[in-house]
């Protein structure tokens, strides 16, 4: 339960972070970054794992690099469920942006987080 909730702060902090060098991407709050990761984290549960059994085969060919296309619907979808609070330009912003999330959200992981719960 509490790696759960690092994970959404995280991502929420990610989120500010990522609205605040890239003009495409626009959080109202640190409220509002709180709940789209909350409501990005349900979406990877329980949405996330129908698109890559729907999706396999392209995930396969692509060496998984479709994946990034997957957490950008996800993205995308919480977007949409926020409306004015959390919003992306277009869905190519979607993709560069979980890309980034992806990528910084492992780093810090891997940095931070990991070396932590060890001691």
Do not use: C
Request: hydrophobic share 60%.
């Amino acid at each position: 339960m509490m790696k759960w909730i690092i994970n959404v702060l995280v991502n929420a902090l990610l989120l500010i972070v990522i609205a605040g060098y890239f003009d495409s991407v626009h959080v109202r709050s640190i409220g509002a970054a709180i709940t789209a990761s909350l409501i990005l984290s349900i979406l990877n549960m329980f949405v996330k794992p129908v698109l890559v059994i729907l999706t396999l085969p392209v995930t396969v060919i692509t060496l998984g690099l479709f994946l990034f296309i997957i957490n950008a619907i996800t993205l995308y979808m919480t977007a949409s469920i926020m409306g004015d609070s959390f919003d992306l330009d277009g869905f190519g912003t979607a993709i560069f942006a979980s890309i980034v999330l992806s990528v910084f959200h492992l780093l810090i992981q891997k940095a931070i987080i990991e070396p932590m719960s060890k001691k």
